[in-house]
């Protein structure tokens, strides 16, 4: 999502029409204070609300044209089950047969924020920018302060997970020897931010650390992770998510990138840090590492922390 505000933004600034979005009820935050939509279609698929309900909703509307931007098989099934008179996306898992207007496209490996601006070419608009950036709206804001009194400034983030997969993480043993470093060197505190399904690694790095007075473990929703991130000094992350909501809000993030091809996820950004270990087997792109993990494991927290040093004795 945050890789497609460049899309967006172009799209938005090409078009006279109402622009609409469908998504997930709380993810669309991470667009909050942007201004893209005018209005907002949740696609949430749960409890007694079926796609066909979905379809239905949508298809009243009367939309003159739809973009998929997901590769997934649904979301083009979406748009051509509600009769969407223009359908346009990239023809990949099969969907080709369901868009009007298929975006061509090579299977060779390209930057994801290129990847979708590459739709505005192929719709005869104007690029407006190839930079995601993000920004807090005030009610975020406030809410995160009424809600997060505890939370002090100055203080550094981590994201310690990945939903990509177990190849992707950090040792929680470096993350939690980086956190004693840092708590000893500035008696910063270290905020651990795990997300759904992530509580077993940031209990496993609060466990390991010595310094614990200066550790604390925050779960928190899309609103108020934004929030989190904005305001940390430094954020040190796997190479996930929330790596890209920290550098679009500007916000130095230390991205840990161990078996994906850092060309993917690669855009001019310049508070993106990457640490990246050469080694033979690397990148694999697997989601489960079949070696001894040495593209991470190889990442000492010495390394990491001289990175940060070198950014907050900027500050």
């Known amino acids: 999502m945050v890789?497609?505000?460049?899309?967006?933004?172009?799209?938005?600034?090409?078009?006279?029409?109402?622009l609409w979005g469908i998504?997930?009820?709380?993810?669309?935050?991470?667009?909050?204070?942007?201004?893209?939509?005018?209005?907002?279609?949740?696609?949430?698929?749960?409890?007694?609300?079926?796609?066909l309900d979905k379809v239905t909703i949508i298809k009243d509307l009367d939309f003159e044209r739809g973009i998929?931007?997901?590769?997934?098989?649904?979301?083009?099934?979406?748009?051509?089950?509600?009769?969407?008179?223009?359908?346009?996306?990239?023809?990949?898992?099969?969907?080709?047969?369901m868009l009007t207007h298929p975006v061509p496209g090579d299977s060779d490996l390209e930057p994801t924020v290129e990847h979708y601006l590459k739709i505005i070419d192929f719709m005869g608009c104007k690029r407006s920018t190839n930079t995601p950036v993000l920004c807090v709206a005030q009610d975020e804001e406030r809410r995160f302060d009424e809600n997060n009194m505890q939370v002090n400034k100055p203080y550094v983030a981590f994201i310690v997970g990945a939903q990509y997969g177990p190849s992707k993480c950090w040792p929680t043993g470096h993350f939690s020897k980086l956190a004693d470093m840092i708590a000893n060197a500035y008696g910063m505190k270290v905020y651990i931010l795990p997300g759904m399904g992530e509580e077993n690694l940031a209990n496993e790095i609060y466990d390991?650390?010595?310094?614990?007075?200066?550790?604390?473990?925050?779960?928190?929703?899309?609103?108020?992770?934004?929030?989190?991130?904005?305001n940390a000094s430094v954020v040190v992350s796997n190479d996930t998510g929330p790596r890209h909501?920290?550098?679009?809000?500007?916000?130095?993030?230390?991205?840990?990138?161990?078996?994906?091809?850092?060309?993917?996820?690669?855009?001019?950004?310049?508070?993106?840090r990457?640490?990246?270990?050469?080694?033979?087997?690397?990148?694999?792109n697997n989601k489960k590492c079949d070696k001894n993990h040495e593209c991470l494991r190889g990442i000492m927290p010495e390394e990491v922390f001289l990175k940060l040093k070198n950014i907050v004795g900027n500050k």
């Not at 890789?3 to 109402?18: G, H, I, K, W, Y």
């Not at 200066?214 to 992770?225: C, H, K, P, Q, T």
């Open 3 to 18: 890789m497609a505000v460049p899309f967006l933004n172009s799209l938005r600034a090409s078009l006279n029409d109402e």
């Open 23 to 51: 998504g997930k009820t709380n993810a669309i935050h991470i667009y909050n204070g942007l201004n893209i939509f005018d209005r907002f279609v949740p696609f949430d698929i749960k409890g007694g609300i079926s796609l």
């Open 68 to 97: 998929a931007l997901p590769h997934s098989f649904r979301s083009a099934l979406l748009l051509y089950l509600a009769q969407i008179k223009e359908r346009i996306g990239y023809p990949r898992n099969k969907r080709g047969f």
């Open 208 to 230: 390991g650390v010595s310094s614990k007075e200066f550790v604390e473990i925050r779960s928190m929703g899309i609103r108020e992770l934004k929030v989190c991130l904005s």
């Open 245 to 272: 909501i920290s550098a679009a809000l500007g916000v130095p993030t230390i991205v840990l990138l161990g078996p994906m091809d850092e060309k993917y996820t690669y855009y001019p950004n310049e508070f993106t």
């Open 274 to 284: 990457q640490i990246i270990k050469d080694i033979p087997c690397r990148p694999c």
